[in-house]
């Protein structure tokens, strides 16, 4: 599995959404304060396909095996969309791995009407989305995710846009509904991508939720 390593600091695993791994402003300046891993997923982004991994717990098993083997501790993770439920199942399989967890508009929770997803800007975005089959995500909803969920048990931060077509605002309020210790967060004027969209607002509030965990919704003097 290609991993890509930028940063330094405490160590934060980044899981990229179905158009593919790309490094954003929102993770640059993460990268400030953080060594930020992105891995790519295999298949995605013209990698070989893992054949004995397709589905998104099994990434989440691989992933955990990366952690314990290259980084040797738990530490931070961040799943946008498709990543997104990686990471819950990541958060699921090895908790042992995950310390803080930040979901940005995650999928697995809700069907998606095709019609809604962004048309593929090039050959490479458009093989990457046509992985989603090999991964039994062509649809989105992930059933068994659904009823595990009652499993994770970092402390989870959910951000989700005012604008976001794709993923229902029920679906997030649901996730915070069934998660043990979770903070719901609007990014105001983001669609589904809020790292591009409000790169400065994403960045501003994960940084503080890592920084001062359940205690970032305080306002410090």
């Known amino acids: 599995m290609k991993v890509e390593v930028r940063g330094q600091g405490r160590p934060l695993l980044y899981l990229h959404p179905a158009g593919g791994a790309r490094w ?3 993770l640059e300046k993460l990268a400030q304060t953080h060594t930020v891993h992105m891995p790519t997923f295999p298949g995605f982004d013209g990698t070989p396909i893992d054949p004995e991994v397709t589905a998104r717990r099994a990434l989440g098993r691989l992933l955990g095996d990366y952690i314990e083997r290259e980084v040797g501790q738990a530490c931070d993770i961040m799943g946008c969309s498709f990543g997104g439920a990686v990471a819950l199942w990541l958060a699921i399989e090895r908790p042992q791995c995950v310390d803080h967890l930040v979901l940005e508009c995650p999928g697995g929770l809700q069907s998606i009407d095709p019609a809604l997803r962004r048309d593929p800007q090039d050959e490479v975005e458009a093989q990457n989305r046509r992985m989603l089959a090999h991964y039994g995500a062509e649809d989105g909803k992930d059933e068994r995710l659904l009823q595990e969920l009652d499993r994770v048990q970092a402390v ?5 846009g005012t604008e976001d077509r794709i993923i229902a605002a029920e679906s997030m309020r649901l996730l915070k509904g069934r ?3 979770a903070f719901l967060v609007y990014v105001w004027d983001a669609a589904h991508h809020i790292e591009v969209d409000q790169p400065e607002r994403l960045a501003a509030v994960v940084q503080s939720f890592l920084e001062r ?5 305080v306002r410090y003097a």
Do not use: N, Y
């Open 179 to 181: 998660l043990a210790r």
């Open 213 to 217: 965990s359940d205690a970032f919704v």
């Open 156 to 160: 989870t931060l959910i951000l989700h």
């Open 24 to 26: 954003t402003k929102a």
